[in-house]
């Protein structure tokens, strides 16, 4: 058969579902090697995010039709995509839908087999029947099929944030994601805008004026990127660094670095100053490197492989002027970058990632100088790895203080939580202290 947006959506799919690859990786990796148009690369996005999206709402629509064990491992994948197309793109003619899906069965099945025949009438009662949900009274059941959530997701957005606020929230995470930028040479920002402009639908990130966001993606082959004027990064994590009052000679100690984003832009805040990196895998920290280096930063860097939790032993004796603690999270201010994450979560993970959190930060802070600044961040939005975080420590740490801090066009304020739905945005959260002196 010949390769075309549905079937790499099926290839990319099953990778997702049966090997377990992280969708953005496996859809990025299939339409490199793909020779598909743009807008069959559009299409083959659209179908393989949306089904990841809407597994739970899409499951739930074909359950009741499907009374036979299915024997090949595509044709899950292959019906899920097919009700996600009949239900959500609205442009493609129910009868083109079901042909594909006919199409791709006999294709991806043995020689002989029939189930082809079992697509077609799955798809054909599917049709038939329309869209099931659960009833409404069960808000929990309801919301977590209709936004395709799982259930004590939901429950935890309800309980904490409100019902309004919870289905803004759910919504977010369903939307296509922002392809953002960040200018990391703002001397050169006219020059930048115009040249994006030339390629883009270009927009300013209404959070900061260092941000931009772009139409459509594939910015690493463009000579801006290549030349290190600007990097893939979203608005909401460019304001992580700029809570920092940076002079330029600072020693500073960036705990969890990798990729590099953050340590990169550290390193534009230096002058004579030093960004040293951490992560605790090793292999992550050649990303740091190759960010920084295309960036021309890498002089200002030192790395180290290290748990965070052990800084005490490995820089016994020596002081840090800022430490940035961009601690590992459960993610689910990325829910729309990462649609599975949603599914990967559980509520005991919020707990477990809270203590490592703590821990980090409660061992970088004997490294931080007096009157020195400690901003601790995570791209989610959960109050155990948020907030409850911030409150442990400052019992546990009377000589640090919150510190009010003002970034991109933010109020000034004690401690920020950017909710996915609030500016187009990934979630983040933001605390700053201070050691007193
Ligand atoms: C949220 S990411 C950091 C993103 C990075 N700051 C950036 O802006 O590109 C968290 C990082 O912490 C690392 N990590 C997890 N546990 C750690 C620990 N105990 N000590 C140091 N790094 C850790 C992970 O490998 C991951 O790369």
Avoid at 74 to 90: N, T
Avoid at 147 to 174: E, M, R
Avoid at 251 to 278: H, M, N, R
């Amino acid at each position: 058969m010949k390769i075309n947006a549905r079937s790499v959506a099926l290839d990319t799919l099953l990778k997702i579902f049966k090997q377990k690859s992280y969708s953005n990786i496996a859809l990025n990796n299939a339409l490199e090697k793909s020779q598909l148009s743009p807008i069959d690369k559009a299409l083959t996005t659209q179908i393989v995010y949306g089904t990841v999206q809407y597994k739970l709402y899409l499951e739930y629509q074909l359950k009741s039709l499907v009374q036979t064990k299915l024997k090949e491992d595509y044709l899950w994948p292959l019906l899920l995509m097919s009700a996600y197309q009949y239900f959500f793109l609205d442009k493609i003619p129910t009868a083109s839908i079901v042909d594909e899906a006919n199409k791709l069965a006999k294709s991806y099945s043995p020689k002989g087999s029939q189930s082809y025949r079992l697509v077609n009438g799955i798809l054909r009662s599917l049709v038939r029947r329309g869209e099931i949900l659960p009833e409404e009274k069960d808000a929990v059941k309801y919301m977590s099929i209709k936004y395709s959530y799982p259930q004590w997701l939901v429950k935890y957005c309800l309980d904490h944030f409100g019902k309004t606020k919870t289905i803004s929230i759910l919504q977010a995470g369903n939307m296509p994601s922002v392809n953002s930028i960040r200018i990391a040479d703002m001397s050169k920002k006219d020059e930048i805008l115009h040249k994006l402009a030339t390629e883009y639908k270009i927009s300013i990130s209404n959070l900061t004026n260092h941000n931009v966001n772009l139409d459509h993606g594939s910015i690493t082959n463009s000579q801006l990127f290549k030349d290190g004027l600007i990097t893939i990064q979203d608005s909401a994590a460019s304001l992580v660094v700029d809570a920092f009052n940076f002079k330029g000679d600072e020693k500073v100690l960036d705990a969890c670095s990798a990729p590099g984003g953050k340590t990169a832009q550290i390193a534009e805040y230096l002058t004579t100053g030093k960004v040293f990196a951490l992560d605790i895998h090793q292999k992550k920290l050649n990303l740091v490197k190759q960010t920084l280096t295309r960036l021309h930063q890498d002089q200002k860097l030192i790395m180290k492989a290290l748990d965070a939790r052990k800084v005490n032993e490995y820089f016994f004796g020596q002081q840090f002027d800022k430490i940035l603690v961009d601690a590992p999270c459960s993610g689910l201010g990325l829910i729309r970058r990462k649609p599975e994450v949603r599914y990967e979560k559980q509520m005991e993970d919020l707990k477990h990632l809270s203590e490592i959190q703590y821990n980090i930060l409660d061992h970088v802070a004997g490294l931080l100088a007096e009157n020195g600044e400690l901003v601790y961040s995570t791209c989610t939005i959960s109050i155990e790895e948020n907030e409850d975080v911030v409150k442990r420590f400052l019992t546990n740490h009377p000589d640090f203080s919150l510190a009010p801090f003002e970034v991109g066009n933010l109020s000034k304020c004690k401690m920020i939580k950017i909710f996915p739905d609030d500016y187009n945005s990934d979630g983040f959260f933001i605390a700053k202290f201070v050691k007193r002196g």
